[in-house]
């Protein structure tokens, strides 16, 4: 019988704090860490309104010396967020072998912010030369390689990029590598800050951003502009950050004297086969259906589920009928609620952060709310709107899907010792 694969540590950076308990904290208390930024609305920028980690990594006072000349700050996130959630797996962690330690950290864009940024300096110059750092700071599976440097972690490297999916793919593939026996640790997760003029106006041109509209309520409060599941939804809004989870066997847990947080009880990936972004209700509903089959849970069972939700009108309409149609009368009872309406979009970092709230839900037996939510008559789960509920949660559901027609859903259980 394969043995149990457990979370031992986890942490995120968000526009509503730097450190995970702050981000917990403001989540359940419902607030929303989206606000207007100056520096968008002058720099060529399509869309002000965004998730922004405040006073944090290159030419901060919070920046990482070790990297100092990556200014990408999906490193800097990267980073930050692997040693916090290394560090809260405690001392027993100087016990393990670091040739048996995977570092599986991906990234929907990478380094784009650092091209960007160079790409100007050359105009402004009027030379072609440019930093001998952006090809470094600019390819995805740098992140997994600076932590793995800077952490002293030697076992296998992988750096998903699987558009907003990058997170959950990353901690899926974690704990692959620890089934087959190829590590005994595992830290897995994903970065993004994707803020230049091309991606946010990209976003924004296909319609998939929340758009400048006369009369919406974003313009007099900006907090308001992410909104999932809501009758006035209207795209979602983009941020930046990270998130982390540190797997491991059971066994390595209990040798090392891992603190167990939750158990990971599996997952399921697939591809629509079917649009460049749009997603296909059907494969969607065989990745959620096929991850409760793995796992031997009954659709029932399941507590929370934390919801891609990203506040646009197909999206949070199919992932509606999916859940219909994967958890048939107990989706009318089933708490669901999407963390997005509080921090934006991070892309391929969103799955990850995700991932660690459903263990800090487990933990704390406290699921975060849908803020911004009015009700829309044709979406009607309960999306545990405006305010955290107090409930018990054995078994917790999460799912992302992402541009190209990539899926997942992960599920944890409550640890009980």
Request: glycine share 10%; proline share 5%; hydrophobic share 40%.
């Amino acid at each position: 019988m394969p043995q149990r694969i457990v979370a031992v540590g986890h942490a995120v950076i968000t526009c509503l704090g730097a450190d995970t308990d702050l981000t917990w904290q403001r989540l359940i208390a419902g607030e929303s860490g989206i606000q207007r930024h100056e520096r968008f609305s002058e720099g060529g920028f399509l869309q002000d309104i965004a998730g922004v980690v405040p006073d944090f990594g290159p030419g901060t006072p919070s920046e990482d010396p070790a990297i100092a000349k990556l200014e990408a700050r999906s490193l800097h996130f990267s980073l930050a967020a692997a040693r916090a959630a290394w560090n809260a797996t405690g001392d027993g962690r100087s016990k393990c072998d670091p040739h048996r330690v995977a570092v599986v950290v991906g990234s929907a864009f990478g380094g784009l912010d650092l091209l960007d940024a160079e790409q100007a300096r050359m105009v402004k110059r009027k030379n072609q030369a440019i930093s001998p750092f952006v090809i470094p700071g600019l390819i995805i599976n740098q992140s997994a390689g600076q932590i793995s440097q800077h952490l002293g972690l030697h076992g296998p490297s992988v750096a998903p990029a699987n558009a907003c999916a990058s997170g959950g793919h990353a901690i899926a593939l974690g704990s692959m590598f620890l089934r087959a026996g190829e590590a005994d640790i595992a830290i897995c997760g994903a970065a993004e800050s994707a803020f230049t003029p091309a991606v946010v106006n990209g976003f924004a041109t296909m319609k998939a951003l929340l758009g400048k509209r006369r009369g919406d309520r974003s313009i007099e409060q900006p907090s308001q502009g992410s909104r999932p599941f809501s009758t006035d939804r209207a795209g979602f809004v983009l941020s930046e950050g990270a998130g982390m989870v540190v797997l491991a066997t059971e066994s390595a847990a209990e040798r090392f004297g891992l603190p167990i947080q939750a158990v990971y009880l599996g997952h399921a990936i697939n591809s629509d086969g079917y649009h460049m972004s749009m997603p296909s209700k059907e494969k969607i509903t065989h990745c959620l259906t096929t991850a409760l089959q793995r796992t031997e849970i009954r659709p029932e069972l399941v507590d929370y589920y934390n919801a891609h939700g990203t506040s646009t009108l197909v999206n949070d309409r199919v992932e509606t009928d999916v859940l219909k149609e994967v958890f048939g009368t107990h989706a009318r009872r089933l708490p669901v609620s999407s963390v997005k309406g509080a921090l934006g979009h991070s892309l391929g970092a969103a799955s990850a952060i995700e991932a660690a709230v459903c263990i800090r839900t487990l933990r704390d037996q406290l699921i975060p709310p849908t803020i911004n939510y009015l009700r829309d008559p044709e979406l009607d789960l309960d999306y545990v709107p405006g305010e955290a509920r107090a409930a018990r949660v054995e078994i917790a559901m999460s799912a992302s899907f992402g541009f190209g027609g990539t899926n997942n859903a992960l599920i944890f259980g409550r640890w009980k010792g």
